[in-house]
């Protein structure tokens, strides 16, 4: 029973890794290769013509990777920010309406992002038509939602909820505000959270598509992410290397930071 289990853990393992291992093998293959009727793995000659055709024919290609870039890594530190100033209040702060607030805030963890999407156009639309304040069509326009999710300040809630009540009171004591607490007491206790947290939202924004079709119309404010489609369609023999270094930094941020993803969600499930 255990080498049946075994076997099928891996099938459905291959499953899940055959396209990234298929894209990879692809990118080193010659066009003619990459369009023959049988799918094939291995290539026939080891060929790095793809990546130079991207270097030298496809500049826009780093403009669009740089547009990705600059989403994900200003979601990112907007997150962090908000999520560890937000989760100790929540956590250890006495304020009105406190527990009703993060109920809604788990509300909006469980809907799609989806559901909100029609509702931030409006408000970003609504803003421009009444101050006359262009955020449609900015990158703006996608920050604003992503920096303000939810998910942050629930997950890293959850750590702080775990610190003992009593260390929080001895630093008072000691005659600590709630931003030395914050800064030497709590946020030392919950960088495995914070290391979790860059890791799940740098997935999460490295893919977005729908956020940029909807609120973007300029195509060279557009993310990598949506531009590959571009290259797939508009040329498809570069395709597989766009696609490979539009995979490596996702990879390597899931390699590095593998043991802090397992440490921050075992943790904090625990908690």
Do not use: C
């Not at 891996?10 to 369009?35: A, D, G, H, K």
């Not at 610190?163 to 495995?192: H, M, Q, S, W």
């Not at 571009?230 to 023999?237: A, H, L, T, V």
């Amino acid at each position: 029973m255990k080498k049946i289990l075994l076997v099928l853990i891996f099938i459905i393992s291959l499953l899940y890794v055959f396209p990234i291992i298929y894209t990879f093998t692809n990118s080193f293959m010659t066009e003619s290769q990459i369009n023959a009727e049988n799918i094939q793995i291995i290539p026939d000659e080891f060929n790095l013509q793809q990546y130079y055709s991207i270097v030298t024919n496809k500049a826009e290609y780093f403009k669009f990777f740089m547009n990705s870039v600059k989403l994900t890594v200003i979601i990112i530190v907007g997150q962090i920010v908000i999520g560890i100033f937000a989760a100790f209040a929540f956590a250890k702060m006495e304020f009105p309406g406190r527990d009703l607030i993060f109920v809604i805030y788990i509300l909006a963890v469980l809907l799609p992002f989806q559901v909100t999407l029609v509702p931030n156009y409006l408000v970003l639309d609504k803003i421009h038509r009444v101050l006359n304040i262009k955020i449609l069509d900015t990158h703006i326009a996608i920050i604003l939602p992503g920096i303000f999710s939810s998910f942050g300040v629930f997950l890293l809630r959850q750590f702080v909820r775990g610190i003992p009540n009593d260390i929080i009171e001895a630093a008072r004591i000691d005659g600590a505000g709630y931003g030395k607490i914050l800064f030497k007491v709590v946020l030392p206790v919950i960088k495995p959270a914070v290391f979790s947290l860059v890791i799940l939202t740098f997935i999460d924004n490295w893919n977005l598509i729908e956020q940029a079709i909807i609120f973007i119309d300029t195509p060279s404010k557009l993310p990598l992410s949506v531009f590959l489609e571009n290259i797939y369609y508009g040329d498809y023999k570069v395709f597989y290397a766009g696609a490979v270094l539009y995979i490596v930094p996702a990879l390597l941020i899931f390699i590095k930071g593998e043991d802090y993803l397992k440490e921050g969600l075992t943790v904090g499930g625990m908690k």
